[in-house]
């Protein structure tokens, strides 16, 4: 019956179907001290089908204490709800650790990872195709390294001549052009050549 009235006076919980709290053999009062995490002493108390009332302090008194316990036979009970859904032990878990402030950031953190996810899959994708980048850009050096090999470069400078020879020849042939027309454009009619 002690352990019975330390989870009610400790509000571990409503009392079990079939519990002694308040039956013929519960007592017509209960109390309990208790000292609390900052050292201060505390005195609740509760009458047969009553609240629980702070004694001491009833205004502003805490009317419950954090407490760790479970019923003779939960433990069975939990046992077997485990085996068919985790989530049962996972929950009596949870009563025996402060866990709400984890959860709440757990779901923070699970909500910008699904805001993140496109980012992701982009980022994996970009990752998925280094191999290929990577056989590419072997590819390319071979190809070059091959072309430097085989006088490649003197192809390569070959072709730079040629270019800039096509270049001056285009640039040459605009200013005749731009010379032909100053030459037509500054006769005057009746003068004679």
């Known amino acids: 019956m002690a352990f019975e009235a330390l989870r009610l006076l400790g509000d571990a919980g ?9 039956s013929d053999v519960w007592p017509d009062s209960v109390s309990l001290f208790y000292r609390d995490e900052t050292g201060e002493q505390h005195i609740l108390g ?16 805490p009317i419950s204490f954090p407490i760790e316990s479970y019923r003779q036979g939960e433990t069975h009970t939990i046992s077997k709800k485990a ?7 996972l929950t009596f878990l949870d009563r025996l650790i402060a866990v709400e402030q984890a959860i709440d950031r ?20 970009y990752v998925s195709d280094i191999p290929a980048g990577e056989r590419d850009l072997a590819f390319r050096r071979g190809q070059v390294q091959r072309l430097k090999e ?5 192809v390569i400078r070959l072709q730079q001549q040629l ?5 001056t020849r285009i640039a ?8 032909q027309g100053a030459i037509t454009g500054s006769r005057t009619p009746g003068s004679t050549s």
Do not use: F, H, Y
């Open 14 to 22: 409503p009392p079990e179907p079939g519990s002694v709290v308040d």
């Open 46 to 61: 509760r009458v047969k089908n009553g609240d629980v009332e702070n004694i001491a302090d009833s205004l502003t008194g």
């Open 106 to 125: 757990e779901d923070e953190i699970r909500v910008k990872l699904n805001e993140l996810s496109p980012e992701i899959e982009k980022a994996q994708k």
């Open 172 to 179: 040459i042939g605009q200013a005749l052009m731009e010379l």
């Open 150 to 154: 085989d006088r490649g470069e003197e």
């Open 83 to 89: 085996q068919e859904d985790p989530l049962a032990l």
């Open 163 to 167: 270019e800039a020879e096509r270049r």
